[in-house]
């Protein structure tokens, strides 16, 4: 999953910090909210002709990373 971190940055001066991808300004829970709302990749890429198919598997990438370094504390 390291190629996400190629593809991804967080600079303050874009979108407040939010994880974008590199050369964009569209941010990773953007592409998720999408996804999410039943996009289909191939309509993302449409929409969005900057991004590339491995823009949004980086951007699923970097949320399981994330997902995967969450724990669930003990009420």
């Known amino acids: 999953m ?30 998720l909210a999408w996804l999410a709302s039943g996009m289909t990749n191939a309509e993302i890429l449409e929409d969005f002709p900057e991004l ?7 951007a699923l990438a970097f949320a399981a990373n994330i997902e995967q370094r969450t724990r669930q504390l003990a009420a």
């Open 2 to 31: 390291n190629y996400a971190h190629d593809l991804i940055s967080t600079r303050p001066e874009i979108r407040f910090g939010k994880p974008c991808i590199v050369g964009t300004r569209i941010a990773v829970q953007d592409i």
């Open 52 to 58: 590339t198919l491995a823009h949004i598997q980086a």
